[in-house]
C-alpha cells in the first residue's frame, strides 16, 4: 500500500526557495524582490498562477548588511527567512537565520569535504532549518555528485531545477536525486528560480500543499514532502489509493489540448510505467519490487512537472 507524502487537503501555493537580493549578489533590494512575486505575477482566473510565498536566501558570503531584513508575511503572502550558506558548496538553509559571520570552516570551496559539508548541513539543522542541495549540475560541473547526494544525511531536500540562466543546460538534476533516493535517502526535490534579477524570474517553482498560507505550515509541507516541482506544468491532484497512483494533470484548455508523458520512476531512474497522449491523467499499480515511484509529467512543449516520491508502508 502507498503512503503519500502530500496532505490529504490544505491549499496549493506556489513559490521559491532560493532568492538573492542586493544583501548578496542579487540586483533588488528584499522588498523589490517582493514586488516581482507577490505583484506582478497575478491571473485572476486561475488562482493557481500567483505566487505565494518566496523564501529570501542571501549568500553568506559578499554581504551588505545595509539592506538585509525579511519583509513581513500578508495573508495572501509568506515571506520565509534562510540563507544559502557559500563558502563551500552551495547548500540552502530554509527556515533558519541568515548569518554574516565568518566562514567556521575555515576553507573554501574546493577543500571542502563531503565532512565539511555535512557539517554545513548540521549547523542549518541545528539552527532550525531545513538544508536542501543547491543546484547540483551548476556550470556543467558535478557540483553536487551522486556519491556525494548519498554520503551526506540530515538534508531535506535537492534542487532538481535551478532557473539562474548561468546554471547551464544541465541544470536539471533528477540523476542526483534518484541516486540519493536509491541508497535510502527520504529527501524532496524542490525547483527554484535562484532569483538574482528578473533574468532568472519565473523559470522553476515549488507547488506546495499546505494546510493554511503561512511561513509555518509551509515549512510543515517541506518538511514532510507535501509538494511538487513544475517549470511550467501542474498537477490537479497526485494521489494514492492502495496499490494504486494516480496523478491528473491541471485543467484547463490549453493543457486538455496538450500531449502529456505520464513517466512512473522507481529507484535508479528505472522507468516503470509511461503512458502517453492527451489523456488528463495517468494511473500507476503497484508491481511489489520498486523502493520508491515518483511521477513526471511532461507537456509536449516541454514544461514538465515532478511529483516527490510514494513510498510503501511497512507490511
Ligand atoms: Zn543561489
Given at each position: 500500500m502507498w503512503i503519500s507524502p502530500y496532505l490529504s487537503e490544505g491549499v496549493w501555493l506556489r513559490g521559491s526557495f532560493h532568492t538573492h537580493t542586493k544583501?548578496?549578489?542579487?540586483?533588488?533590494t528584499p522588498e523589490e524582490v517582493l514586488f516581482y512575486y507577490r505583484d506582478v505575477c497575478r491571473h485572476p482566473k486561475d488562482p493557481w498562477a500567483a505566487y505565494k510565498f518566496v523564501a529570501i536566501t542571501d549568500h553568506t558570503t559578499n554581504t551588505h548588511k545595509e539592506y538585509y531584513g525579511i519583509p513581513a508575511s500578508t495573508p495572501e503572502f509568506s515571506v520565509i527567512e534562510g540563507r544559502e550558506d557559500s563558502f563551500g558548496h552551495h547548500i540552502l538553509g530554509i527556515g533558519c537565520p541568515m548569518t554574516f559571520m565568518e566562514d567556521e570552516i575555515g576553507k573554501y570551496k574546493d577543500d571542502y569535504t563531503v565532512e565539511d559539508d555535512q557539517k554545513v548541513i548540521d549547523k542549518i539543522v541545528r539552527q532550525g532549518g531545513m538544508a536542501i542541495l543547491a543546484h547540483p549540475h551548476w556550470a556543467h560541473?558535478?557540483?553536487?555528485s551522486a556519491e556525494k547526494a548519498a554520503a551526506l544525511n540530515n538534508y531535506t531536500g535537492i534542487e532538481i531545477i535551478n532557473g539562474d540562466v548561468f546554471s547551464g543546460p544541465g541544470h536539471l538534476a533528477t540523476d542526483i536525486w534518484d541516486a540519493a533516493l536509491t541508497v535510502g535517502k527520504k529527501v524532496w526535490a524542490t525547483g527554484n528560480d535562484?532569483?538574482?534579477?528578473?533574468?532568472?524570474?519565473?523559470n522553476a517553482w515549488n507547488m506546495v500543499l499546505a494546510r493554511e498560507n503561512t511561513p509555518e505550515a509551509i515549512l510543515d509541507a517541506l518538511r514532510q514532502g507535501s509538494l511538487y516541482v513544475s517549470n511550467g506544468a501542474a498537477f490537479d491532484s497526485i494521489v494514492c489509493d492502495g496499490e494504486w497512483i494516480i496523478a491528473r494533470c491541471h485543467t484547463s484548455s490549453i493543457y486538455s489540448n496538450t500531449e502529456k508523458t505520464f513517466r512512473f520512476i522507481g529507484e535508479g531512474g528505472h522507468l516503470y510505467g509511461l503512458q502517453m497522449g492527451k489523456n488528463p491523467y495517468a494511473a500507476y499499480r503497484r508491481q511489489g519490487c520498486e523502493k520508491y515511484i515518483r511521477v513526471e509529467m511532461a507537456l509536449d512543449w516541454g514544461y514538465a512537472a515532478f511529483s516527490q516520491p510514494f513510498y510503501t508502508a511497512e507490511e
Open positions: 544583501v548578496s549578489d542579487g540586483a533588488h560541473m558535478d557540483y553536487w535562484d532569483f538574482h534579477g528578473v533574468r532568472d524570474y519565473h
